[in-house]
Structure formats: structure tokens, C-alpha cells
């Protein structure tokens, strides 16, 4: 019992000094990827950089405890990343104080659900997840993934669009207007260290490498160049104007959007009141005022955040030169439009930016970029928080959630029994799934965002040595080092290189032999994994759109083929063995049908039987007997019955002669309850397909009035065994 619950007591029944050298080993190798990995999968889920360190501590160690597998190693993960930042941005300003609460009450909520399903022992669930479907969603966010970093290579800032391939037209405007050359040399230089390393040995942990590399060239060739400055000290016309004006729409947005959270209150009490006071659920007039209410202010901040965009756009495009008079710590700036520098002023050669954010500007204190964009302070120590979930909010994140969780468990269950097939390892999907879930449930306390298996970092892992999750321990010790001591030497590291990481983590995701895969092996599956790449693509990043498409498709096409099953006429081929007389092409005999129905006869099907038995009879005007072959059928209900029942009837009412055969014992037992093996008769139902063909064909063609000479070419006369 104390196994089920803890297995790591599993661990320890062998352990000795070898093993421990070898999780240690192993722990602190993953710690090297894990650690600048979860940093940038934290921006790519929109939260501070830091925060991926915290999802490096308590779900590797978690659910390395309580999962069934020894060498899966957790944490941040690309698609997670992205599908977490896709649900809450329709719900708070990425980075913002509210989305990071959000990410993080959203992994609480995806760990319930998982804990859930495993402690219910549902994991195949994961089952409406097809490979089509999760192959085509795959492709399609490695894609996502990799574009939507295309910002940080080439050192540019713009709004993020209502579709992912809007905002890559507008990172493609602002490259093409101006791109911060040193920035694009660092991602590049990153991307081209990580390829190169790997080619050498693929042991070497190449991400480290260029972390350490790009880091260290940075703090030395000075990438960073940013000034704090006061609006007086920018020399161009207008520009003190248009910050006023920006502050002031920013002010507005914050304004209408604090008027809209209380009149959301209003609303909720309203409903209850109406709820309580009217039994037919109708609206009183006073939550009609309210909703109106609602959509003129949400009118209105659509407006202002349209007029917001278009003022950030004009400061970003601004591009400046600076004079600087005076040593580093006293130094004046003043800044002039790039090309219109007076006579005689000197400027040091360097194109300025503003930085500006979806907040308001201080005129006394804006930031201008004259250089690239770095991690720059990390909080020291942990980070523990109570995630503040309430009954709306979990209902409201829910539907995202259950596609997060089951898509995390899914990677997680594959990698881990890719490994397991290595080692020899048996692997529980349900206790995988109590080891996900404690993870993000337990992580979420300390500030993680939602998390899942890893493969780069498993790989590693395994390749290392690792014997047990002890080596997830280690790794999550080495996270707390780092955030203890060691988040100084990641002040300098490039954006731009995180961004490097990024890209080449989810190259790996691409995977286009999965399409020419599903279409040879059923051309439906191709084409559901070719619309759900599609649907995911375009509708990005709203990624849950494209796989309940695939899952939508993936059940219609379940769906229609159990409406439709296989119903066979089937003859003796030359060995001896009954065929599907129409796909081998095998001639049938003229007075005995044998035909085979495959699947469970159930409401959805139950007419398909019939229509197709009198397909049959219609085809061959000399059919005497319809012999049933009901091997294949698995199951039966009410309406399967009574289906079966009126064939019987229907046939036996022309003069022909019906039997049925290899009923399995469930669907038996439902004959038997309803009275319908009395009503076929006993003498009817034979156990297996050779007793019932020399039974009917001794009838048919031995004992009947037909011409004997019609009869000796008949296929189940001539193969039928002695």
C-alpha cells in the first residue's frame, strides 16, 4: 500500500553509491539545460524570465516522486508554454500582475483535473487525443513557436494581433524599417553554436554552451545600452504631446476597465436575483440595462485600445541619435531624430528607441534602448504563493485547462514509454498522471506555471545515466542554488539568445512524416491531421480551436464508420478459409449468402444490417439461405435486438432459411434475456462457421428439389473441409 502511494520507496530496494553517482551526475546535467530552457519557455508563456526558474523547482521533483517513470524529466515545455499564454491573453496583459496570477491559479487547475483522472484510473481519455490530430496540432505550434520569436531575433517591439500570422506581418514591417543588427548576431551566433555542438557530441549540453558563450560577450562588448532620461532631453516636436496623449488613453483603458470589472459584479448579483425571483429564467429589466451597460463599455475600450496601439506604434517607429556630455554616472543626454542632427553636435553613432509597454510612460523617467535587450534582474530565493482560485475563474479557465492537461500528458506518456522501452521499465499511466498533476498542483504553490514531460531534457537524462528520480531531485536542488546564488551571471544574457533556445527545442516538434504516415494508413487520418495543421495555424493563437476541430473530425469519422460497419458477403478462397467475397474478388455460391457483420450492433447501425442483407437478396435472385456469421459482433443493445429480430422475421416470411453463427457469450446472453435464440431456434445457432456451413449446404443442396448439376460448382461445395 505504501508502495501505491509513495513510489519512490520503490527506488531504494537496490540502491547503492553507484547508482547515486550516476543521479547525481545525471541531475546536474539536466540542471544545465533545464535552467536557461525554462527561462525562455517562461517568455514564451508570457510571464518574466525568472518564473521559468520556478517551474524548474517543485514539478521536476514532484513528479519525478509520485510518477511511475524513473527517468521522465518535468518542467516548462514549448506547446504548454504557448497553449498557456493563448488561454489567458483574452484575460489579462501578458507579464501583467493579473496574467501572472492567472498562469498560475491555470496550473492549478490543469493539476486537479490530471490528479483526477489518475486517481479515477481514467487515463485513456488521452484516447480522444488521435495521433492525426495531435501530429497535424504539433506541426502546426512548432510553427507558432518558432515564429513568434522572430520579434526578439531582429530586436523589434510590436502589438500582438488577433491572429499569429497578422503579427508576423507586423515583425516583418518593423524588421524591414529597422532591425538592431548586434541583437540578430546574437540569435544567429546562438542558434549556430547549439547546431554546431551538437554535430560534435551530442552529450555536450550545447544550450549551456551558448548561454555561457552569448552571456559573457555581452557583458564585456556592452550589448545592453539602456538610459533613463526625462522627456525634455528628446529634441523632436510633438513628442512631450504625444506622450500626454498616450498616458491619457493608457489612463482611460485602466479607468473603463475597472468600471467594467465592478459592473461584471453587478451583473453576477443580478443573475442570481433573477435566477431566484423568476422560475423560467427570464431577464428583468434591470440586467438588460446592465448588459447593454456592459457592451457600450467594452465598445469603448476596443476603441481606446485601438487608439492606444496606434500612438505605440508611432513611438516605436521614432528613432533617435544621442549627444552625451559628461562622465557615465553624470552623463546628460539629448536626443535628436535620427537624420536631423543640428550642426556641430556630435552624437556617439548609436540608433535609440523608447521602450514602450502597454503602461503609462513617466515623462521623467523614460527608458531609450540603445542597445539589445538582456534578462536583467532576477528576484533571489523562492517565490511561494496561495493561487487565489475562485469558482468562476475555475469555470472560466476550465475548458482550456482540460485540453492543456490532456495534451501535456500526452507528450509526457509518450516520452516516457519511449524510455521505458529502453529500459525495461514498466510504466503506469494512471500513476503518471497522480505524478503530473501533484506537480502542478504542489508547483503552482511556488509560483510555477503549467508544466509537462520534457523530451530534449528525458533524452538528456537518459543519456546521462540516470537511474532513478533521484536525479530529479538533484536537478531541482541545483534550480534552488541558482536561485539563491547564482542569478547575477544571468543579468547579461541575451534575449535574443533565449529566443535561439526556443527555436531550436521545438525543431524538433516538426515532424512531417506524420502526414504522409496518417494518409497511408487511412486517407481521412491524413486529411484530419492536414485540417487541424490548417485550423491551428490560422487561427493562432487561439491553439484550442484547431484541435477541437481534430477531435470534432476524428469522432464524426468514429461516428459514421460504427453507423456503417463492414457487412461482408463472404465465400471460400482456395485455402479452405472464408474471404470477403467482394474485396477478393471470389465467386459467391447462388443459394447460400454468408455474410459477416463486424463491429456492435446498436441503435446507430441497427437498419445498416438489413439494408445490406437486402442488398444481397437482391443481387442474387436464387438466394435460398442467409447464414450470419456473428463472430464479429461485440456487442448488442435493445435496438441492435429488435433489428435482428425483424430480419429473422423478414427472411424466414419470403421461404428462405435463416442461421446464425460464432455468437460470442455477451451478445448471447442478451438473445437469452429477450427470447430471441427461441425465437431463431436452437437448431438454428451453431457454434462455428464449418458446422453450419455442412448443415445448410446438406440441406440446400443435397436434400432440396435443385438441380443437382447447378450445384457442383459452388464454391462452399467444392472448399468446404470433409
Known amino acids: 500500500m505504501l508502495a501505491k502511494i509513495f513510489p519512490f520507496i520503490a527506488w531504494f530496494s537496490d540502491y547503492d553509491n553507484s547508482k547515486l553517482k550516476a543521479d547525481l551526475i545525471a541531475g546536474i546535467t539536466v540542471a544545465m539545460v533545464l535552467i536557461p530552457q525554462s527561462m525562455a519557455y517562461a517568455q514564451l508563456a508570457g510571464l518574466p524570465p525568472y518564473y521559468g526558474l520556478y517551474a524548474a523547482f517543485l514539478p521536476p521533483m514532484i513528479a519525478a516522486l509520485f510518477g511511475s517513470s524513473r527517468q521522465l524529466g518535468t518542467g516548462p515545455v514549448a506547446v504548454v508554454s504557448l497553449m498557456s499564454a493563448a488561454s489567458l491573453e483574452p484575460l489579462a496583459t501578458a507579464g501583467s500582475t493579473e496574467f501572472i496570477a492567472y498562469s ?6 490543469v493539476g486537479i483535473f490530471q490528479f483526477s483522472l489518475g486517481v479515477l484510473k481514467l487515463g485513456l481519455v488521452v484516447n480522444f487525443l488521435s495521433h492525426p490530430v495531435v501530429g497535424g496540432f504539433t506541426n502546426a505550434a512548432a510553427i507558432i513557436i518558432a515564429s513568434s520569436q522572430f520579434s526578439k531575433f531582429f530586436g523589434v517591439y510590436v502589438d500582438k494581433e488577433p491572429h499569429h500570422y497578422q503579427t508576423l506581418i507586423s515583425v516583418a514591417k518593423a524588421a524591414m524599417d529597422y532591425t538592431h543588427l548586434p541583437t540578430l548576431i546574437y540569435g ?44 525634455s532631453t528628446v529634441q523632436q516636436p510633438g513628442f512631450d504631446q504625444k506622450i500626454t496623449d498616450f498616458n491619457h488613453v493608457i489612463t482611460k483603458i485602466n479607468t473603463l476597465s475597472e468600471e467594467r470589472t465592478a459592473l461584471g459584479k453587478k451583473l453576477d448579483d443580478q443573475k442570481k436575483q433573477d435566477a431566484a425571483n423568476s422560475s423560467h429564467g427570464a431577464k428583468s429589466i434591470e440586467m438588460i440595462h446592465l448588459e447593454s451597460e456592459l457592451a457600450i463599455l467594452n465598445a469603448h475600450i476596443e476603441a481606446a485600445k485601438h487608439h492606444s496601439s496606434v500612438i505605440r506604434g508611432e513611438l516605436r517607429t521614432m528613432k533617435f541619435e544621442a549627444a552625451k556630455t559628461g562622465a557615465d554616472n553624470t552623463a546628460q543626454y539629448a536626443f535628436y531624430p535620427k537624420g536631423a542632427i543640428p550642426a556641430g553636435i556630435t552624437t556617439d553613432g548609436k540608433t535609440w528607441r523608447l521602450n514602450v509597454r502597454n503602461t503609462v510612460l513617466d515623462p521623467a523617467k523614460l527608458k531609450m534602448m540603445g542597445g539589445g535587450a538582456i534578462v536583467g534582474d532576477i528576484p533571489k530565493g523562492l517565490k511561494f504563493t496561495t493561487p487565489e482560485l475562485t469558482p468562476k475563474l475555475f469555470f472560466k479557465l476550465l475548458p482550456s485547462a482540460i485540453i492543456i492537461a490532456l495534451l501535456g500528458f500526452m507528450e509526457a506518456i509518450a516520452i516516457a514509454k519511449a524510455m521505458a522501452a529502453k529500459t525495461g521499465q514498466k510504466i503506469d499511466p494512471n500513476q503518471e498522471l497522480i505524478g503530473q498533476g501533484l506537480a502542478n498542483v504542489i508547483g503552482s504553490f511556488g509560483s510555477s506555471f503549467a508544466c509537462s514531460g520534457s523530451f530534449s531534457r528525458s533524452a538528456v537524462n537518459l543519456q546521462a545515466g540516470a537511474m532513478t528520480g533521484i536525479s530529479s531531485v538533484v536537478t531541482s536542488i541545483v534550480v534552488v542554488l541558482t536561485l539563491f546564488f547564482f542569478t547575477p551571471l544571468l543579468y547579461h544574457l541575451p534575449q535574443a539568445t533565449l529566443a535561439a533556445v526556443i527555436m531550436m527545442a521545438v525543431v524538433g516538434l516538426l515532424n512531417l512524416h506524420c502526414f504522409t504516415h496518417a494518409f497511408k494508413a487511412q486517407w481521412y487520418d491524413g486529411v484530419i491531421a492536414f485540417i487541424a495543421f490548417c485550423v491551428t495555424l490560422y487561427f493562432a493563437p487561439h491553439l484550442d480551436k484547431g484541435i477541437m476541430v481534430g477531435v470534432g473530425l476524428s469522432m464524426a469519422v468514429f461516428l459514421y464508420k460504427s453507423m456503417r460497419p463492414v457487412v461482408a458477403s463472404l465465400s471460400m478462397n482456395e485455402d479452405k478459409i472464408l474471404k ?92 437469452q434475456r429477450t427470447g430471441l435464440d427461441n425465437t431463431i431456434g436452437a437448431e438454428f445457432i451453431y457454434p462455428n462457421m464449418t458446422t453450419a456451413l455442412k448443415a445448410i449446404i446438406k440441406e440446400i443442396h443435397t436434400n432440396s428439389d435443385l438441380h443437382p448439376d447447378g450445384c457442383k460448382s459452388c464454391p462452399l461445395t467444392k472448399h468446404i473441409p470433409a
Open 104 to 109: 498560475i491559479v491555470l496550473a492549478l487547475i
Open 188 to 231: 544567429v551566433a546562438a542558434v549556430a553554436i547549439m547546431v554546431i555542438l551538437r554535430k560534435i557530441n551530442p552529450r555536450i549540453p550545447n544550450v549551456l554552451v551558448a548561454v555561457a558563450i552569448t552571456t559573457v560577450i555581452s557583458y564585456y562588448s556592452g550589448f545592453n545600452n539602456d538610459a533613463t532620461v526625462t522627456v
Open 580 to 671: 470477403d467475397a467482394g474485396y477478393y474478388r471470389l465467386k459467391g455460391c447462388r443459394h447460400i449468402s454468408v455474410v459477416r457483420f463486424d463491429g456492435a450492433l446498436f441503435f446507430a447501425n441497427a437498419s445498416y444490417l438489413d439494408e445490406q442483407v437486402a442488398k444481397f437478396r437482391s443481387e442474387q435472385p436464387d438466394l435460398r439461405y442467409i447464414l450470419l456469421n456473428a463472430k464479429g459482433i461485440n456487442d448488442m443493445d435493445a435496438s441492435g435486438e429488435e433489428a435482428l429480430a425483424m430480419l429473422v422475421s423478414s427472411i424466414r416470411a419470403a421461404g428462405m432459411g435463416f442461421a446464425i453463427s460464432g455468437i460470442k457469450g455477451q451478445v448471447m446472453a442478451v438473445m
